[in-house]
């Protein structure tokens, strides 16, 4: 391959928010290895040339043989990567209660399907259900179920486990929509997917945290031809590592997926991530309900944001491919064009900004009043501190949310030939989200 040329890719942005991991932890990240997922790519690399990103990161991360996410279970402490719902259950709450607000807001509809993308351990929708329990009066006997669309068949274990504990799970054959079923500690009806598209038809609240960043991403460079897209090549120096090269000609990638008035000088896409938005968007508008997106990520202004997490510490995402995990921060004026015009986007605003919108002050308050224990109420400090702190998770983390354009339209009636706004029928105001963030 005589075209191939080094592309120099500079510092990594502000990465998730790492927690030190205790010593032996450590040790035990940092012996991992997977020479069998390097092989396998430069195999391929080998056969038909430099693969993009997008293929490096699904063939990294979602591999059935050798995959990240199918081989480990990489949260928490004796992980890569801790989030939000394990750093507090005041998160959780506050989401749960954003979805409940959310569906009365709709009219209270008979039947109410809580999906979350990528549940990690469980720990959110856990949370969140508890907040159902508490709620029961308020849910007014609606027909909750509980959807988790999970491509790791350890983290499903994690997930029933925490979700459904000793109550019967039902593995279903693999050719099914739903290959995992049980019942909640609440009694709840519980199902597992592979895909967003198998999420039976109803009215829907769809969570999403920490799942975008995860989804593969293109990554394209401006040259004095053009834009040029991004491969992973073999280094003709060292046949046992990979590079990043830019790719000499154009793609079909880089000839579609770039808007043509960006100014910036890198630019990272991620179709999958779109195609997923415009799934729930046209869920939104044929059945109802809203969306929650929770992730890093910005508004069509970061660069280079790819990069990899492993046993709490930043990685190289070229180097021992299969140990880490790998993250992009998220666009959110990609997503927000992708939703289309049918939906209204609410965001992005800061995690800080959404939490306190949402009460979280209140409610630690609440906590440390019926604490009494000093290590408990350090702990919940330290968590609230974590979570709405700038300088930590507060600004870091940001959230982005889909509404059915009948969420916030006001009820008008013709009279006297102007539009008067119907006695007592004014739209809810979206919790957790100012007039400001409406786009």
């Not at 068949?153 to 039902?170: F, N, Y």
């Not at 910036?264 to 939104?284: S, T």
């Not at 109802?288 to 790819?306: E, N, Q, R, S, V």
Request: hydrophobic fraction near 35%; glycine fraction near 8%; aromatic fraction near 8%.
């Amino acid at each position: 391959h005589s075209y191939r040329h080094s592309y120099l890719v500079g510092p990594p942005c502000r990465c998730r928010w790492a927690v030190m991991p205790s010593r032996h932890c450590s040790m035990s990240v940092e012996g991992r290895s997977d020479p069998s997922m390097l092989r396998h790519l430069t195999s391929k690399i080998t056969a038909t040339g430099p693969i993009t990103v997008a293929e490096y990161m699904r063939e990294v991360l979602t591999n059935p043989v050798s995959g990240y996410y199918v081989k480990n279970d990489m949260l928490g402490a004796d992980g890569d990567f801790i989030t939000s719902p394990e750093i507090s259950q005041i998160f959780g709450e506050l989401i749960g209660v954003w979805c409940v607000s959310e569906w009365m807001a709709a009219g209270k509809p008979k039947a109410l399907q809580l999906v979350e993308l990528g549940p990690g351990r469980g720990s959110l929708t856990s949370d969140i259900l508890r907040v159902f329990r508490q709620l029961q009066s308020a849910l007014n006997g609606a027909a909750v179920s509980i959807h988790l669309v999970e491509v790791s068949p350890k983290l499903s274990q994690v997930q029933a486990e925490c979700l459904t504990g000793e109550r019967t799970q039902v593995c279903v054959s693999d050719k099914e929509a739903v290959y995992h079923t049980g019942t909640s500690h609440t009694g709840l009806p519980i199902a597992w997917y592979r895909r967003v598209e198998d999420i039976p038809k109803g009215f829907s609240i769809f969570l999403a945290h920490e799942f975008f960043d995860a989804l593969p991403i293109h990554k394209f460079q401006r040259t004095d031809k053009g834009w040029r897209e991004v491969m992973v090549d073999i280094d003709p120096e060292e046949p046992e590592k990979l590079r990043f090269v830019v790719f000499p000609a154009p793609t079909l990638a880089s000839t579609t997926l770039i808007q043509a008035d960006d100014k910036r000088e890198h630019v990272e896409v991620c179709p999958e991530g779109g195609v997923i938005v415009q799934n729930l968007a046209n869920r939104i508008v044929e059945d109802g309900g809203a969306a929650l997106i929770a992730d890093y990520g910005h508004d069509g202004t970061k660069m280079d944001t790819f990069r990899g997490f492993r046993g709490h510490k930043l990685h190289d995402v070229l180097l021992a491919p299969g140990t880490a995990d790998l993250t992009a921060d998220v666009d959110f004026s990609y997503l927000r064009r992708m939703a289309g015009g049918d939906v209204v986007c609410l965001g992005p605003i800061t995690q800080r900004t959404f939490l306190k919108n949402m009460g979280i002050d209140t409610r630690l308050q609440v906590l440390l009043r019926n604490c009494h224990d000093a290590s408990t109420r350090a702990q919940l400090i330290q968590s609230y501190d974590m979570l709405t702190n700038l300088e930590k998770m507060g600004q870091r983390f940001q959230f982005f949310s889909l509404l059915s354009r009948s969420r916030l339209a006001e009820p008008q009636e013709e009279g006297e030939g102007l539009k008067r706004r119907k006695k007592g029928r004014v739209p809810l105001p979206v919790a957790g989200f100012s007039e400001l963030g409406l786009q």
